[in-house]
């Protein structure tokens, strides 16, 4: 297992579009996190799963954005409608609960851009 | 809401300097994490400390966790051009209902030869 696997790593889409971004994370792993983050800022939280229940939404997250992790392997980010605010990086991490203080092991992003 | 505030947002230092990263909150913490990011990459974790008052190094990396568990700091010794990057810390709040890890806003390091 080489880590944190995300794809496309780019992604260019016309505004009003629908995107969907992949995150295979680290086998052994049981969290797997969503983060945004644009240029300069520290990631912004999105949501996370524990096996294949989504225990938290961030709040700032439209009803445009949606995640699964249905085998409580990969997971998937789709964002329906796209807009230009939504370009950004998108990054997943995965982490295993068992170890107790929670360290992220982070895959190399899926950059987003709205035209 | 949970926040982290990192000071200062951007430094930038001759090599050789030392400096010190600030990460602040008003809300308690079990663990507080410092990562370092490159661009175009994901942030690699550099250190996790959990207990108040805990104070850990990495070569000339000294990272400390503030007794109230609401703080952290970061403190590069005779800093090197490799040193540059994106420094990031971030909160596990496990105390809460749902634990998760939030991200302070980032220390854009600079180090000129």
């Known amino acids: 297992d080489t880590g944190v696997s995300q794809d496309p790593r780019h992604k260019i889409t016309k505004r009003g579009q629908n995107v969907t971004f992949r995150c295979d994370p680290i086998?052994?792993?049981?969290?797997l996190y969503w983060y945004r983050q644009t240029l300069g800022q520290g990631p912004e939280f999105l949501t996370y799963?524990?096996?294949?229940?989504?225990?938290?939404k961030s709040r700032l997250l439209s009803d445009r954005f949606s995640a699964e992790r249905p085998k409580g392997s990969f997971s998937t980010l789709e964002i329906q409608r796209t807009e230009q605010g939504d370009s950004a990086m998108y990054l997943c991490?995965?982490?295993?609960?068992?170890?107790?203080?929670?360290?992220?092991?982070f895959g190399e992003g899926s950059r987003l851009t709205v035209l | 809401t949970q926040l982290l505030e990192q000071s200062p947002q951007f430094l930038s230092i001759q090599e050789g300097e030392n400096l010190t990263v600030y990460c602040n909150s008003s809300?308690?913490?079990?663990?507080l994490q410092w990562y370092r990011q490159e661009p175009g990459e994901g942030p690699v974790l550099l250190v996790t400390v959990v207990t108040g008052g805990e104070v850990k190094k990495l070569k000339r990396l000294t990272f400390q966790f503030g007794d109230a568990r609401k703080d952290s700091s970061l403190h590069i010794t005779a800093a090197q051009p490799g040193d540059t990057g994106l420094y990031l810390c971030a909160g596990d709040s496990r105390y809460s209902s749902a634990s998760k890890i939030i991200f302070g806003s980032g220390t854009r390091l600079s180090i000129r030869p």
């Open positions: 799963f524990q096996n294949e229940a989504q225990l938290e």
């Open positions: 086998s052994e792993h049981n969290r």
């Open positions: 809300s308690v913490f079990s663990s």
């Open positions: 991490a995965s982490s295993f609960s068992g170890q107790g203080t929670g360290e992220l092991f």
